[in-house]
């Protein structure tokens, strides 16, 4: 008797989590399902709105108070700009950060309490980190709003992205790998450029172009410190005034004039495929060094 009771409560419990896994299950349908209708009708309302004036001309001209002869020239190459300092700045300092708290520093109060914070800071808004490149850079040291200016205060956005993720990478290297090396009679330096490095470049570079692909899309920084939203020249220098493409787009979409709206989609075609590449490309390098490590 005892036995059968038994096994009519397995079955009721089985029944029962049979039951939640199901409406779990549809629930996450559902949820994805939505996701995908708003991400499809987003996509739908840029690109049937902005194919309009997405031609060689929007590529070639720069901004216009005329939407059929407004283009991205300026923001483009500003964008470009802003990327030859960030990138190798933020990476050489990230990268680095990330070896010395990881291989060299002491496990202490100290470092814990470094480590702590700097994890806090990739989740602080940008707009603060605006308001310090104000502080420092356009006013401290008398950059202005120039190109410096902007790609010092987006590094400062992105370095600690790029810390965390790089010490994410490293701690994934096998010790085995470090006491090989150590074994063979390597020395730490050797040990970190010749087997630690080449293991977590996957998720090194993966980790710094993701956030540089943030570096691209931010607009609040870059409005804080003073960058401009028309710009009809292309720079010359670091030192020069520029624009970039979020602030091109939200310089078009704040126009009263509707035609501003589909050029402002066309601007929005580019920033997207511009991500897009940056972010392929992270997939691809992490593909090709997994297969080695």
Known sequence: MSTLINQEQVKKEMSSRLFKNNVYKALFIVATIFALAVLVILFYRIFSQGMKYFDVDF???????????????????????????????????GVGTALYLEEYAKKNRFTRFIELNISNLAGVPSIVFGLLGLTIFVRGMNLGGSILAGGLTMSLLILPI???????????VPKAL??????????????????????????????????LSRAIGETAPLIVIGALSFVN????????TFTVLPMQIFNWTSRPQEEFQFVAASGIIVLLIVLIVMNSIAVLIRNKFQKNY
């Not at 630690?196 to 956030?211: D, K, N, Y």
């Not at 020249?233 to 020069?240: N, R, T, V």
Request: aromatic letters at 10%; zero cysteines.
């Open 162 to 172: 790029i810390v965390v993720a790089s010490q994410e990478a490293i701690r994934t």
């Open 178 to 211: 470090r006491e090989a090396s150590y074994g063979m009679g390597a020395t730490k330096w050797q040990t970190i450029r010749r087997v630690v490095l080449p293991a977590a470049i996957p998720g090194i570079l993966t980790g710094s172009i993701l956030a």
């Open 59 to 93: 590529f070639t001209s720069f901004a216009s108070r005329r939407p059929s002869e407004a283009g991205i020239l300026g923001a483009l190459v500003g964008s470009l700009w802003l990327l030859v300092i960030i990138a190798p700045l933020s990476i050489f300092l």
């Open 233 to 240: 020249y292309l720079p010359s220098g670091f030192m020069d």
